[in-house]
């Protein structure tokens, strides 16, 4: 009798305080970029123009993509011109499916960059790999000649990671 005691206190009183816990917790993950939290003030407001989605262009912010679902991951090109980098951003397809849309019903994609460089990515090719729409490399908000985003493909050719974003096209 002494242990169904003890098990109904147990119950009483550490279930409720792990329920509390994890309501407070879940929050933090799950809304915005529950990683590293990069200071994009300098250019939070500059935005990414990106057609393909529905008839008209859709225009997000720095600060908008900051508020989507994030990953920070650890990205090496297979050029030697950038190396190792640690990329913070949502991914094209966390992009994507803000819209509605499948990552599997775009084929191709062409990124502009104020420098007028661009680089059109058949997403056959990329494979598994993520497209990061980084906005923090390291931990540390992009430079001015990084800014307002640079895609990152872990194990891609540097060519493609394209910066100073200012323009997605995508194409099914």
Known sequence: MLWKNKRKKFRLFVIPAVLAALALALPLGLTGCGTDDIDISGYADETIAISG???????????????????TKSAESTSDKIGKVRATGPT??????????????????????????????????????????????????????????????PGSDSAWWVRMVERIELED
Request: charged share 30%; hydrophobic share 40%.
């Open 53 to 71: 989605i529905t008839d008209e262009d859709i225009t997000l912010t720095v600060s908008d993509l900051k508020g989507m679902d994030c990953i």
């Open 92 to 153: 094209l397809d966390t992009v994507l499916a803000q819209f509605g849309m499948s990552p599997g019903e775009v084929k191709k994609i062409r990124v502009y960059g104020r420098d007028d460089y661009d680089a059109k990515l058949d997403l056959s090719v990329v494979g598994d790999a993520e497209v990061i729409l980084a906005f923090g490399i390291d931990g540390q908000p992009l430079g001015e000649e990084d800014a307002p985003v640079r895609i990152v493909i």
